[in-house]
Nanobody
Framework: QVQLVESGGGLVQAGGSLRLSCAAS????????MGWFRQAPGKEREFVAA????????YYADSVKGRFTISRDNAKNTVYLQMNSLKPEDTAVYSC?????????????????WGQGTQVTVSS
């Protein structure tokens, strides 16, 4: 299994940037597909981005495409979410997740392990 810890959240103005990090510990990090999800107050958790084992394939929600970039550094056991041009509607708790199937998915149900989440707040 793998343990995940997110960091990098905070309060930023609209148009600003943040980089979230998700540090993993445990065996076979490179064997996991990784994803980022977010949940805003009163809403269900939604998919944000996902990345394959080696980072060669990525997927993004339409709402963040062109603004967010997911990447991974397997040597550091870390996955990142670079968020640019932030909007107030991006405000949410962001969580990273690991899928031991190795296939990046958009559904939270396919992910096996989750971090505790980090708050991102974007002011107008």
């Amino acid at each position: 299994q793998v343990q995940l810890v997110e960091s990098g959240g905070g309060l930023v103005q609209a148009g600003g940037s943040l980089r979230l990090s998700c540090a993993a510990s445990g065996r076979s990090f490179i064997s996991y597909a990784m994803g980022w999800f977010r949940q805003a107050p009163g809403k269900e958790r939604e998919f944000v981005a996902a990345i394959s084992l080696s980072g060669g394939t990525t997927y993004y929600a339409d709402s963040v495409k062109g603004r967010f970039t997911i990447s991974r550094d397997n040597a550091k056991n870390t996955v990142y979410l670079q968020m640019n041009s932030l909007k107030p509607e991006d405000t949410a708790v962001y969580s990273c997740a690991a899928d031991r199937s190795g296939r990046p998915g958009t559904s939270e149900n396919v992910y096996d392990y989750w971090g505790q989440g980090t708050q991102v707040t974007v002011s107008s």
